[in-house]
């Protein structure tokens, strides 16, 4: 149905757009970018140039907004790309409001003493589903 698809893409667009500012960084600094399974997938370079001076320095290894994920390595993006594509989904069902449901989601976890992260509802859909996707491969 190509209509749900761009309803999707669309849906998500708002999050795609900060994502798309958030990765003028690595571009600018001489990252690559390519279209891949429905996503805008963005690298820093993996040389020490300017561009991984920042990117050692950054608190994350990949991120998503909408249908861009950023990730720090292209090497990385390969492991943890199934990951960032259970966000990517996430973003098309929750759309503009996923802005606010993941950090809610963080600020409960964190209020019943749990990892804002690790116990994150949203990071441990992507764990499980990724960890899912990742058995079917190696079993087929």
């Known amino acids: 149905m190509p209509w749900l698809k761009m309803a999707k893409l669309l849906w998500a667009l708002p999050c795609s757009?900060?994502?798309?500012?958030?990765?003028?960084?690595?571009?600018?600094?001489?990252?690559?970018?390519?279209?891949?399974?429905g996503a805008l997938e963005v690298t820093y370079r993996s040389s020490q140039g300017g561009c991984g001076k920042l990117a050692s320095r950054l608190p994350f290894r990949a991120i998503v907004f909408g249908h861009v994920i950023i990730a720090v390595t292209q090497q990385e993006l390969i492991v943890i790309g199934p990951h960032e594509r259970v966000h990517v989904a996430q973003y098309e069902v929750w759309g503009?409001?996923?802005?606010?449901?993941?950090?809610?989601?963080?600020?409960?976890?964190?209020?019943?003493?749990?990892?804002?992260?690790?116990?994150?509802y949203f990071e441990v859909q992507a764990r499980q589903q990724s960890h899912e996707a990742n058995s079917l491969r190696t079993d087929a």
Do not use: C, D, E, T
């Not at 757009?17 to 399974?37: Q, T, Y």
């Not at 409001?97 to 690790?118: D, K």
């Open 17 to 37: 757009a900060i994502g798309l500012m958030v990765a003028a960084v690595p571009l600018v600094l001489g990252g690559s970018a390519k279209w891949s399974a």
């Open 96 to 120: 503009p409001l996923f802005l606010l449901a993941y950090p809610a989601a963080s600020f409960w976890q964190l209020l019943n003493g749990r990892s804002p992260y690790w116990h994150n």
